[in-house]
């Protein structure tokens, strides 16, 4: 009888156990062919070792799609940030317009990313997009919006944001609406001015929540791929062939599997390490929120 | 004083107004699109004569696009896909939130990784090995990558809800004279019930978004609604109208069911990270 | 009749349960008395099946409960969290029991008895309220009902008194005993709070540290005290503990030289042990008297309604004595008093070690 309760509860992870190894297998056999060079001209691929990495390390286009992962990744947590919690700051201040607007505010993240992209390529079409019929009037009629490798990558970091702006806010505005009210109160009688206040007392207190948003933001437009596929498809040139599209484009589209995994791997790698660090430093700040309430 | 607080009030309205003018044209402008006829697409901006045939088109599956089958079967494998993970999440979700040992903590850690995980680094050896099972473009194919979004999300605010409730309203039920599964049953699944509600139309919401793995597992049978809109921007005529009516019939389902979630969102977007 | 032997548990490195041994005797009201974190609640969780401990067994009824699951116990338990299921109403909560496949009754049988039970605890015009609708008074009745709705071979009750306020608790204690099935069955009763365990307890068992420290009657726990820390939880003013030393003579001296009682130890202790003296408030009088003899000055007076909490100072050492209010009516600090104490009402303790406090060797 001794045996029962204690085996319990692996009885009940059991199911979902297998079907994560029903996901680890995918991954674990990538792994494996990354060892190879299995493509489609080759199904019966020869054992390369480590040679896909080195291969990968040494192309100027993996380091390229690097660099335009982390810009993409690197404005786009940043933008978002800054947007987000500027937004949840002004509907915290509760005005009847806030309240209205509170409610529609997740309407871009519902909508799926590789939606908004055509939303957004329709709308900055150049010649017949409503963007440059509307700034017309103010002399710029004629940007090319996503035909300039520069242009491409603020659009496709622009839809991002308007997609993903939201989740912020809302982060942000759950973790605002849970501050404690004393030090506020405190701080008004000794009749703290609005920037003090926000600097010492609202940022601090806020920073755990808008950590958690900046984690996720960041580690997702590490691994971006449906916005940039849909909007640019990695043009003008490789202006914005971040590494999941770098990825696709070898293993998909040239059907060099073993080669397009390595892609997938080393960016595996990086949003890992990524995600080790920022979860390390959020767990620090939590703990010291925590000792500050 | 007065007067200065009632400017930098306006001046927070402006601003909140102006944010969500950026946030909500994209959307208003689609219906625009939308009602375009085909011949005013080009020439015209905010005044032409507004017509449901793009509508009509795209829901009539002409232009070679089965559109509705897309529709169906974004419906088919989103739940599908929350059902089996609800099945098979909501027990692991419970055991871990109840019992620390090794075995959950490392499930746990392994699922959430799959959720910042890249999605290709799975979909390619998937891809290769889909076509040698026989699933390449399958419901049941779909469902099973599909875990991959919703499996994670489902155990992890699950375990977040159940680890709110008390253990002892559970051992209560024991000492009232209930098996371990009726008290399960009858008194912690009925305390997380707006959880479960709640975390599966957000499961739901991001498998239907879902446009990777359709676009690399799927040709025709199971393709979704994400990567068919797409499919109007193809060939030689850019049709816009079709476009823009097909990516809002396609936004309806999650759009709808996120407004009933509303309440429910913050623990779900961020894993249970945070509650409010 | 609940019998455990040599139970252990412990929670990671916290261990709850050292080897604890107790017999609630069939019939009994049985009091634990404990600080938090001494184990009482994992005791009770361990009788019923909650909690399986690492060593040791739990006896119900003469049977090893060894492999028996919680529902299979017969036990009931009101939880201090009280455990109402917050999404039934009253009357769902008391019926939950009634419904299940082994206390199941017929609905109208089982209507019959949660009107019974709510009309014995008042709570008969809740029981269509949702629970979150309660006050805590109020769900402590119901928590207490849904224990009482069903037989049971035990009760085990977790300080259900705790979260009400003063006037309440007092209430409820006087209600509690005088139900007729608390009266009949086996109890196992957990307070921290000592009154609560003189006034209900039939038998009390002191707990500490996960080990039963002592058990006995009330009277046994009040004059026969186990050692220094069993003294300390029961009576308000807690008891008075003089530090001091055996005299060659076999008397005691305090530390100061201010006190000294003729005690004519002979086996308790050898000559230049450290021992403390105890005495209980109640038990000092003030002026001559039969008995030992003390001097001192009066330091405080504080009136407790109709009687007057005297401190008096010998030398270093204060000393709290409780006296009727008259006789402390001319009383002003700093006044020189006598007081006088029986030999039988003295207690004597070795010294308190950093270890463990000091056991009783005497009387």
């Known amino acids: 009888m001794g045996w029962r309760p204690a085996l319990r509860p692996y009885l009940l992870i059991v199911p979902a156990l297998l079907l994560t190894c029903g996901i680890l297998y995918p991954f674990g056999l990538g792994l494996y062919y990354t060892l190879f060079d299995f493509s489609a001209s080759k199904p019966q691929p020869d054992l390369v070792r480590l040679e896909n990495y080195t291969t990968v390390f040494t192309q100027e286009a993996f380091w390229n799609s690097a660099w335009v992962t982390v810009l993409y990744a690197v404005g786009a947590a940043a933008a978002e940030t800054v947007l987000g919690v500027s937004v949840a700051l002004l509907l915290h201040r509760s005005s009847v317009v806030g309240r209205v607007l509170e409610k529609i505010l997740i309407l871009p993240l519902m909508i799926a990313p590789v939606i908004a992209a055509i939303i957004w390529k329709l709308m900055l079409q150049p010649s017949v997009g409503v963007v440059n019929h509307l700034l017309r009037p103010f002399g710029l009629g004629g940007v090319q919006w996503t035909d300039t490798p520069t242009g491409a990558l603020l659009s496709s970091i622009a839809v991002d944001v308007w997609v993903y702006t939201p989740f912020v806010a809302i982060l942000a505005l759950a973790g605002l609406r849970s501050l404690p009210t004393s030090p506020f109160e405190a701080a008004a009688v000794d009749g703290a001015g609005w920037w003090y206040t926000f600097r010492r007392l609202t940022l601090p207190m806020l920073w755990p929540y808008v950590l958690v948003a900046v984690i996720f933001r960041f580690m997702d437009s590490l691994k971006v791929f449906d916005i940039i596929y849909a909007l640019t498809e990695g043009g003008p040139g490789d202006s914005t062939v971040v590494l999941q599209i770098r990825a696709y484009l070898e293993a998909i589209r040239f059907q060099r599997y073993s080669f397009g995994i390595s892609y997938t791997i080393v960016l595996w790698a990086v949003v890992y390490l990524a995600a080790m660090v920022l979860v390390k430093h959020l767990g620090k700040i939590q703990r010291k929120a925590a000792e500050a309430k | 004083m007065t007067v200065r607080r009632r400017l930098v009030g306006w001046l927070a309205d402006a601003a909140l107004i102006l944010y969500f003018v950026f946030a909500l044209f994209p959307v208003a402008w689609m219906v625009i699109l939308s009602l375009k006829p085909a011949n005013q697409l080009f020439s015209t901006y905010f005044s032409f004569s507004p017509t449901l045939d793009g509508y009509r088109t795209v829901l009539g599956d002409s232009e070679g696009i089965p559109f509705v089958r897309f529709f169906v079967n974004s419906l088919v494998v989103s739940v599908g896909a929350v059902l089996l993970s609800l099945l098979v999440g909501l027990p692991a979700a419970y055991a871990s939130a109840r019992w620390r040992f090794k075995g959950s903590e490392n499930l746990m850690f392994t699922l959430l990784s799959f959720r910042f995980a890249p999605e290709l680094t799975v979909i390619i050896p998937l891809f290769v090995l889909y076509q040698k099972l026989g699933l390449f473009d399958t419901y049941v194919g779909m469902v099973w990558v599909l875990q991959l979004v919703t499996l994670p999300l489902i155990v992890w605010i699950m375990r977040s809800y159940f680890a709110d409730l008390t253990p002892e309203l559970e051992q209560a039920a024991l000492l009232d004279g209930y098996s371990r599964k009726q008290a399960f049953v009858k008194v912690a699944l009925p305390l997380v019930k707006p959880g479960v509600a709640a975390v599966s139309l957000l499961a739901f919401i991001f498998a239907w978004n879902n446009f990777v793995f359709p676009l690399i597992l799927t040709s025709s049978e199971a393709q979704t609604v994400t990567v068919g809109a797409l499919s109007f921007l193809g060939g030689d005529r850019p049709k816009y109208n079709l476009t823009a009516a097909a990516a809002l019939v396609s936004v309806v389902p999650p759009l709808l069911l996120a407004l009933t979630i509303q309440r429910y969102l913050v623990r779900g977007l961020s894993f249970g990270a945070v509650k409010s | ?363």
């Open chain 3, 1 to 363: 009749m609940i019998r455990l032997r040599g139970v252990s548990k412990a929670f990671g490195a916290v261990r709850a349960l050292d080897g604890l041994d107790l017999d609630v005797r069939e019939g009994e009201f049985f009091c634990l008395l404990g600080p938090s974190g001494a184990g009482k609640t994992t005791t009770l969780k361990t009788v019923a099946g909650l909690e399986l401990p690492d060593a040791g067994t739990v006896e119900l009824d003469g049977r090893d409960q060894r492999g028996v699951e919680p529902y299979d116990r017969g036990v009931a338990m009101c939880f201090e969290s009280y455990a109402l299921y917050p999404h039934k109403s009253v009357y769902d909560n008391l019926a939950f029991p009634l419904r299940s496949p082994r206390h199941r009754l017929p609905a109208a049988r089982a209507r019959e008895r949660i009107g019974e039970v709510a009309e014995l605890l008042g709570i008969a015009g809740l029981l269509d309220r949702s629970v979150g609708q309660l006050s805590n008074g109020q769900r402590q009745r119901v928590a207490l009902g849904r224990v009482l709705v069903r037989p049971a071979r035990a009760f085990l009750l977790d300080e259900p008194l705790s979260h009400l306020d003063a006037k309440l608790r007092q209430q409820m204690r006087a209600e509690l005993k005088a139900i007729g099935s608390v009266r009949r069955t086996t109890t196992l009763y957990v307070t921290h709070d000592s009154v609560e365990a003189l006034a209900l307890g039939d038998r009390i068992g002191v707990i500490r540290d996960g080990r039963i420290v002592q058990t006995g009657t009330r009277e046994e726990i009040w004059y026969r005290p186990h050692d220094t820390e069993v003294a300390r939880a029961f009576g308000r003013p807690r008891i008075n503990l003089l530090p001091g030393t055996v005299t060659p003579g076999g008397g005691f001296r305090s530390a100061d030289g201010a006190v000294e009682l003729d005690l004519r130890l002979r086996a308790e202790a050898a000559p230049g042990t450290g021992v403390l003296v105890g005495v209980r408030p109640r038990d000092l009088t003030l002026g001559t008297g039969p008995g030992h003899p003390l001097t001192g000055t009066v330091y405080v007076t504080e009136v407790l309604g109709r009687s007057v909490e005297v401190t008096v100072r010998l030398g270093e050492q204060q000393v709290a004595l409780v006296v009727p209010r008259g006789e402390a009516a001319g009383l002003r600090p700093d006044d020189p008093v006598r007081l006088s104490v029986r030999p039988e009402n003295l207690l004597l303790f070795e010294a308190d070690r950093p270890e463990r406090p000091g056991r009783r060797i005497g009387p």
